[in-house]
């Protein structure tokens, strides 16, 4: 059996070795990041949506990667966590309820 001292190592080297991982990555990210602000593929059909997310350094895309991952972590909520997907559905049902009094 191991000993919490031997766990607590083990778990720091992993942080360690995760921290080298993601240093690389975050360096990568950078640097696209400094390569959106110019691209000019940004394309919503909107001409003042599409300025400001130049502004911001965004593109069409990027939020829709964003919406689809909201909406594939939305739909998994009541799999993942059924209990909170019950209180919330209480929580709106009452505010609901409340402001139609």
Request: aromatic content about 2%; glycine content about 8%.
């Amino acid at each position: 059996m191991t000993t919490k001292a031997e766990l607590e190592a083990e778990l720091a080297e992993l942080r360690q070795q995760l921290d080298e991982a993601l240093a690389p990555d975050e360096a990568d990210a950078d640097a696209e990041a400094e390569e959106q602000p110019g691209d000019e593929t940004v394309g919503t059909g909107h001409p003042a949506l599409d300025q400001i997310l130049r502004e911001h350094g965004l593109s069409a895309d990027e939020i829709r990667g964003m919406m689809d991952q909201f909406n594939e972590e939305l739909g998994d909520l009541p799999q993942n966590k059924p209990l909170l997907t019950a209180l919330g559905a209480f929580a709106l049902g009452f505010v609901l309820g409340r402001m139609s009094k």
